[in-house]
């Protein structure tokens, strides 16, 4: 439990902060901090923090980035975290880039679910957000699809005046292949510029949009994976769909449920929030595991009531340095 009684039992656990795109939400331009950053956590240093989280309660992994898939040994971590006791499900979440010849290996690993980021259908616009190549995200869906995970999530981070032609499109497409489909509200963690008035898209007007084609009708009971999405069913196509909105949900944390771990050791109570605690050292000096434990207790026992995102927040790092 953490000071306001949530039940944290959820680990986002970046191993990289690599990328092999530069989306506009969550890489500024230019940045290169990986350069002068030689201290990402070894596979070894990674599968003992997970070790010791799932003796202390945590039952949820989700390996993120930066782009997990640039990692070459992001099968073994995997493959190691499937064999601890305690852990329910290992996750993943993927640009798609590199997917589509690592979805078999990473299912055959242990992997259960992924989440795969995809915030236009259209090839140029997908290029303009994220400098990558939509065919080849839509190679690696199709790939994981096969593959048989126990679930594929799509992601779609809302950006007006970018990408709202595409909100409809993606509906169907998710419609077509049976997967959920996420849009989540743009939040402040590249830039101080990133979020403004002018490029932010509420969850409220996306519905909007989506309800000028179809019925949304709530789904209260709904839960897929362990994140805060609210889920609706599209009557019509079918689709299921849920929404993120860090921002226009004033309740947003009140179950929040999670930690994350960035790619240099840094274990962060909130997202929102520049609050740190720091594991690497304590693994490079050979530290034991109940320093460990305490460390991961005293980050729990600093996790804040709610994120900073609605009291003009300003980024210490940006989110492919953090984790998503």
């Known amino acids: 439990m953490d000071p306001f009684g949530r039940h944290v039992d959820y680990l986002r656990i970046s191993v990289t902060d690599r990328c092999n795109e530069r989306c506009l939400y969550c890489m500024p331009e230019g940045y290169k901090g990986w350069e002068t950053r030689p201290d990402h956590l070894t596979a070894v240093e990674i599968v003992r923090v997970v070790r010791v989280a799932a003796g202390l309660g945590f039952r949820k992994f989700r390996l993120t980035g930066g782009e997990p898939l640039v990692r070459p040994d992001i099968t073994g971590i995997v493959e190691q975290m499937t064999r601890i006791t305690g852990i329910e499900c290992v996750c993943l979440s993927t640009n798609g880039m590199k997917l589509a010849p690592l979805a078999a290996p990473l299912r055959q690993a242990g992997l259960r679910t992924i989440n795969v980021s995809l915030d236009a259908l259209d090839p140029a616009l997908y290029r303009r957000i994220t400098g990558g190549d939509v065919s080849r995200v839509l190679a690696g869906i199709r790939a994981a699809v096969a593959a048989g995970f126990e679930r594929i999530k799509l992601n779609c981070v809302l950006m007006r005046g970018v990408n709202e032609q595409e909100l409809w499109p993606l509906v169907l497409y998710s419609a ?149």
């Open 176 to 324: 077509e292949h049976g997967l959920p489909l996420r849009f989540i509200e743009l939040m402040p963690l590249t830039t101080t510029d990133v979020l403004t008035e002018k490029n932010f898209l509420p969850c409220g007007e996306a519905m909007q949009l989506l309800g000028q084609k179809d019925e949304l009708i709530p789904q209260p009971d709904r839960k897929l994976g362990h994140g805060p999405a609210r889920y609706y069913l599209l009557k019509q196509t079918g689709a299921l769909v849920g929404f993120i909105g860090a921002l226009t949900n004033l309740h947003f944390c009140d179950s929040c449920n999670k930690m994350r771990l960035t790619a240099d050791g840094k274990v962060r109570p909130c997202l929102g929030n520049h609050i740190e605690v720091d594991l690497r050292m304590a693994l490079r000096q050979g530290a034991d595991d109940r320093v460990l434990k305490d460390l991961l207790e005293t980050a729990l026992r600093l996790k804040p009531l709610e994120h900073q995102f609605r009291a003009n927040y300003q980024p210490c790092r940006p989110m492919t340095a953090i984790g998503g």
